[in-house]
């Protein structure tokens, strides 16, 4: 064998994370394949979740979100790059993709042997009146953050519409500039992907550090604005006009399937291309990965699209794998859709199943509430940790969880990732061993903390509760010190320190409900314990004050 006799040709259409993975792979596999590369744009392998961070500053240097060039690509692996180039017709019968470049407008055909598409999604443009303003802006290459940063520079004022993971990625950067920054979301909470209950710190940090956050609240049309510095103005549901500078548009992506489609490949009726576990589609000689594909759930086996850069790039490599192993490949497993967001001093993330899926799907689950810190609290710099567990209420499996907090809650989801993957259980949580000196963790991690609460609750031993009642009748118990419960006080309680308790169970009504609440639910826990062991009706707030952000809402800062 020569690398004159090619062993197979593979076309593959899109680069960046997936095609490029599958580009990478598969020459590592077979040093004889004829690998021939298209894609429509300049940049054939960029770091796009890096983007928003160029645009803020944070990454100065533009050439550091370039991962390849054309040119390293043909150096480092042997592949043809075919840059600018445009793949305009799959013709399954011949085997050959017809493709356009851009600058001379030649065509020409592309013969292969297995064929792998990776064109990803593009930003969703609502057919809006105005929206085809030079002043509306999305986010995908690094063409559209050139765009988009000179823009912002001349500007003082920007509305992001969306309030996903990009959307407050990019809200965070915007104000770093020193921008007046609106954000309007439809839905009503910020991060669509979590819960509303731990959404919620986000939106009070983004608050906080001066963003105007319109929530439930949907743009119908834009028009120009009344001012030279702020060209153009977007009308909201509730008949509000902002007038800003410039538009960020970050509500979703749609698959770019046409080529799919127009070949009679099998879509979902999202419009994603349907895919097996090898990432094959419905004609076995074409493979589909990354954000344009649908892949069999992990938990439901379901299609399911994940627009993420992490399995796209394993997606690209397991078709690969295919293409030279066959079936002994190892399949792909399906995607967890682990994500994380940084928004000023809060952090948030979710892994595996939420509650609004869990309840689409007819799951029955528990949820469990915890709360502690990034490493040991006696040691300087910890920062609250609060997780969310979500676990099947007859076998204990760990279904999926949320963090957020300051330091540590990335180290926590990826944990929480790996337990997943493992098929971990509640009661494996409550065993796992993890690294542990004061500056780095707790010798009770709050990962430990959640397999604990989640335990006790699975056993009877308490009953948590999810937020405070408005019922006047129920006792609200805080078992927090006098000093704390002072300074961050909860409304309609009654502040009896744990240790004072037991004195105290006399000058309760036994025929009244009871809720304890703490700093971080530990020690509502010990009082719950002790109250339903004289007969009291008591549950515990779960998580603890620091754990329920709609306790003390946020202030604005000057």
Request: one cysteine or more.
């Amino acid at each position: 064998m020569n690398a004159k006799t090619p062993t197979r040709r593979v076309v593959i259409i899109g680069g960046v994370a997936g095609g490029a993975s599958a580009a990478a792979r598969l020459r590592r596999m077979d040093e004889f394949a004829q690998i021939t590369l298209v894609e429509r744009g300049p940049d054939v392998s960029f770091a796009n979740c890096g983007l928003p961070y160029h645009i803020g500053g944070e990454i100065a240097d533009r050439e550091r979100l370039a991962i390849q060039t054309p040119a390293s690509l043909r150096s480092l692996l042997g592949i043809d790059v075919r840059a600018l180039t445009e793949a305009t017709h799959i013709d399954r019968e011949s085997r050959t993709v017809t493709v356009v470049e851009r600058t001379s407008g030649q065509v020409s055909q592309l013969p292969y042997d297995r064929l792998i598409l990776a064109p990803g999604a593009a930003p969703l443009r609502p057919p809006l009146p105005g929206i085809d303003r030079p002043d509306i802006l999305t986010l995908r290459s690094l063409e559209d953050m050139d765009r988009v940063k000179h823009k912002v520079e001349s500007v003082s004022s920007v509305l992001v519409i969306g309030a996903g993971f990009i959307g407050l990625e990019m809200a965070e950067q915007l104000v770093h500039l020193g921008k007046t920054v609106h954000v309007v979301e439809l839905q009503p909470q910020v991060l669509p992907a979590l819960d509303p209950d731990m959404a919620l710190p986000l939106a009070h940090e983004l608050v906080r550090h001066g963003i105007q956050l319109r929530l439930g609240t949907a743009i119908v049309a834009f028009e120009p604005g009344s001012r030279s510095d702020a060209p153009v103005c977007a009308i909201t549901s509730q008949g509000e006009r902002l007038e800003v500078g410039a538009v960020i548009l970050s509500i979703g992506v749609v698959p770019e399937s046409r080529l799919a489609k127009e070949a009679g490949l099998a879509l979902t009726p999202r419009g994603h291309i349907a895919v097996n576990s090898y990432l094959q589609t419905s004609d076995p000689l074409i493979y589909a990965v990354g954000d344009v594909c649908a892949t069999p759930d992990l938990f439901t086996g379901e299609l399911t699209n994940v627009p993420l850069g992490g399995p796209a790039n394993r997606q690209g490599r397991t078709c690969a794998d295919h293409i030279v192993l066959g079936d002994r490949a190892l399949p792909y497993p399906g995607s967890l859709g682990t994500a994380i967001v940084r928004v000023f001093g809060q952090t948030a993330g979710v892994t595996g199943l939420s509650e609004k899926r869990l309840r689409a799907l007819g799951r029955t689950y528990q949820t469990t509430l915890v709360a502690g810190s990034s490493h040991a609290s006696y040691y300087p710099g910890a920062e609250s940790v609060t997780l969310k567990l979500l676990w099947d209420a007859d076998s204990g499996d760990v279904l999926g969880a949320q963090a957020y907090g300051g330091a540590g809650v990335d180290k926590r989801l990826d944990i929480l990732a790996t337990a997943l993957r493992g098929r971990l259980t509640i009661d494996d949580l409550v065993h796992l061993e993890l690294s542990y000196a004061p500056p780095f963790g707790s010798a009770k991690d709050v990962v430990n903390l959640a397999g604990f609460a989640a335990s006790n609750q699975r056993d009877g031993l308490v009953r948590p509760i999810a937020a405070l009642p408005v019922e006047p009748q129920t006792q609200i118990i805080d078992v927090r010190g006098a000093a704390a419960s002072h300074e961050l006080p909860v409304p309609g309680a009654r502040n009896i320190p744990l240790a004072t308790l037991r004195e105290a169970v006399a000058t309760l009504d036994p025929q009244a409900p009871v809720i304890t609440l703490c700093a971080h639910g530990k020690t509502s826990y010990f009082a719950a314990r002790i109250l339903a062991q004289h007969g009291f009706d008591v549950r515990s707030l779960a998580g603890g004050v620091y754990a329920h952000p709609e306790l003390h809402p946020p202030k604005p800062s000057p």
